[in-house]
């Protein structure tokens, strides 16, 4: 049998509740449609190593594997939410920059998206779920429900990789020579991210609680292995062991493969937690240095407007215009000294990055105004 043919694969996008009454009664019905066993296993899936590691798509749902009476084997994926990364162009410091965004992909406006998203997860299941399946041998169901569960499980590493990408984008942004509009696309990506490990906590509690759902085919298995794992449960099955079934430890590792996912996903959500109040902290950081810049810049206005308003208005700007003579710049020189003092604070105070450039250019330009008016007084004297 050709590896293709091995498994019958489906994909759908649907809700996250598995409806166990319909699975419950294929399992009871006779004949080649009916259930002869079954696992339910947690899907997180990223495109990151066809795609030459770089992760493009990344989704979360679950997987059905089912075998027939007949003997014929179905896996049908279903996918509760999916995300795709995005370059957006940003500026900083003025120059253009690509940087990344990742976007939930929903709804009826993104009907390619998904459809591509769907293409590409079941692409992918199938090479991988038909890879291990060519080798053939009995017992192939747990087997690749073990595969299945190991697979989502090393999923986890690309979405630390992301996470540490935005958070080392929320650093450099959050300088004030690197700020930029990609501040506020890494938090939006972060609470994605957020969304998007509670998802896959959730499905892998779920399925190890539930025992991949092999109870629906095999009471004994399921009930015998929660006793094994927690010895204070009333029922009246032994401890599951290794002689119980010739599959067990296959079916054990792919719990455990659900309990690190698990696991896994918590921690990342507690240090996204922990990265978005930090990203609360420097904001509120950098809106009092916004004020704190803001005042600087009123006292320099009011220095640099108000003293040369307030010497005209006393001398008059008659008896000061033009400065065609040394007294008339003498008069004049406290006008100079306030708009020079103005542009020597600006220049010094002035902040970093791009709104830094524009102070320091504005400072530039009032001691050349200053200069120039100098300039024209001693010109008119000589003549």
Not at 141 to 157: H, I, W, Y
């Amino acid at each position: 049998m050709p590896a293709s043919a091995l498994f019958a694969v489906s994909i759908e996008s649907g809700n996250a509740r598995i409806a166990t009454s319909p699975l419950r009664e294929l399992c009871k019905r006779e004949g080649p449609d009916g259930v002869k066993d079954l696992r339910i296993v947690p899907l997180l899936y990223s495109d990151g190593r066809r795609d030459h590691d770089r992760t493009t798509r990344i989704a979360v749902g679950y997987c059905r594997l089912l075998q027939l009476n007949s003997g014929a084997l179905k896996l049908s994926i279903v996918l509760q939410d999916s995300w795709k990364l995005e370059d957006i162009p940003v500026f900083i410091e003025g120059v253009q920059n690509d940087f990344q965004v990742l976007r939930q992909v929903h709804g009826a406006g993104q009907k390619q998206d998904v459809q591509e998203m769907e293409s590409s997860v079941q692409h992918d299941l199938e090479k991988l779920v038909n890879e291990n399946a060519s080798h053939g041998g009995e017992y192939l169901l747990p087997r690749v429900a073990k595969t299945l569960c190991e697979s989502s499980r090393d999923v986890m590493t690309a979405v630390r990789d992301l996470r540490y990408k935005f958070e080392s984008g929320l650093a450099l942004s959050s300088l004030e020579a690197h700020a930029s509009d990609s501040y506020t696309h890494i938090v939006a990506s972060l609470l994605q991210i957020n969304v998007l490990c509670g998802r896959a906590s959730d499905q892998a509690r779920e399925a190890s609680r539930e025992g991949l759902w092999v109870y629906l085919c095999d009471r004994e298995v399921y009930h015998s292995y929660r006793k094994l794992q927690d010895p204070t449960i009333l029922n009246d099955f032994e401890p599951a062991t290794f002689g119980m079934r010739p599959w067990i430890r296959s079916h054990d590792a792919a719990i455990r493969q659900c309990v690190q996912l698990q696991q896994q996903a918590e921690m990342e959500t507690i240090a996204i937690q922990s990265l978005i109040s930090s990203a609360t902290g420097i904001s509120s950081s950098r809106e009092a240095d916004a004020q704190s810049r803001f005042n600087l810049l009123v006292a320099l206005l009011s220095i640099g407007i108000g003293i040369p308003g307030l010497f005209l208005a006393m001398y008059g700007a008659s008896e000061l215009l033009p400065l065609d003579s040394m007294g008339k710049l003498l008069l004049f020189a406290p006008v100079l000294v306030s708009l020079l003092g103005a542009a020597v604070i600006a220049w010094w105070k002035a902040p970093r990055g791009r709104l830094g450039k524009l102070w320091k250019q504005c400072a530039a330009l009032t001691v050349v105004i200053c200069a120039f008016m100098v300039g024209c007084a001693w010109y008119f004297q000589r003549l």
